[in-house]
């Protein structure tokens, strides 16, 4: 498992974040059949997320397109025990009220059994996504598997830096909503001891690597 985040020289110093190239390039190091290989150990743990779950769950899941512990080990997870997959789509809301692109993200059913066959286009920052008449919104979801490029042993998450997630999470976050589950799924290597957190990161409430499953 994962050791806990007891060193006080982590609580009182000033923590500087690690630069994203570095966990990038990390994944994109890895073979296909060492990312494969990684993938299945990481499902092997997803039992205990189960526990956890309602009968018939939506569970949010996303593209592994940028070197990402595969997810289709979790589309197999959601097809076997006859829960609801969906994927997220950016800029299915325009613009806000202040001109700028809306961040919210929205989520699509997945109908196919591999993700490779689902039909997508690529977005302007270069997301493989799909479009559908059923967008559900974040909350209407049981679990949300969140990409990031690092977090650490409090939860705290290092995304992308486009603050779709954070963005999308907000607002349930701050008021104590519970709906959805926020899981992280990543390999052992983008766990650090601590990152910098700013107001509005939203934590993660559990972690998945090849390694275990740790809740915070």
Same mark, same amino acid.
């Given at each position: ?60 899941? +996303?593209?592994?397109?940028? =070197?990402? /512990? ?5 589309l197999d997870w959601? @097809? !076997? *025990?006859?829960?609801? &997959? +969906?994927?997220?789509?950016? =800029?299915? /809301? ?8 809306? @961040? !919210? *993200?929205?989520?699509? &059913? ?10 997508t286009r690529i ?94």
């Amino acid at each position: 498992m994962y050791p806990e985040p007891n060193n006080p020289a982590l609580k009182d110093s000033k923590i500087s974040n690690p630069p994203r190239r570095q966990f990038t390039r990390q994944r994109r190091q890895l073979s296909e059949s060492t990312r494969r290989h990684l993938g299945q150990a990481a499902s092997l743990h997803l039992a205990k997320l189960q526990q956890r779950l309602p009968t018939n769950a939506r569970i949010g899941l +996303y593209y592994d397109g940028f =070197g990402e /512990l595969p997810t289709q080990p979790l589309l197999d997870w959601c @097809k !076997r *025990l006859g829960y609801f &997959p +969906y994927l997220p789509v950016v =800029g299915s /809301l325009g613009r806000d009220s202040q001109g700028q692109n809306d @961040k !919210r *993200l929205r989520f699509v &059913p997945i109908y196919r059994s591999k993700l490779l066959n689902v039909p997508t286009r690529i977005h302007r920052l270069g997301m493989k996504q799909n479009h559908h008449r059923r967008l559900l919104w974040a909350r209407e979801l049981d679990v949300i598997i969140c990409p990031l490029v690092a977090v650490d042993l409090s939860g705290n998450r290092m995304g992308m830096g486009g603050g779709f997630y954070d963005t999308t999470l907000g607002k349930g976050h701050q008021s104590g909503v519970k709906k959805p589950l926020k899981i992280g799924w990543c390999y052992d290597f983008q766990v650090v001891d601590a990152l910098q957190r700013q107001p509005w990161d939203v934590p993660l409430d559990g972690l998945i690597t090849p390694n275990g499953l740790r809740w915070f």
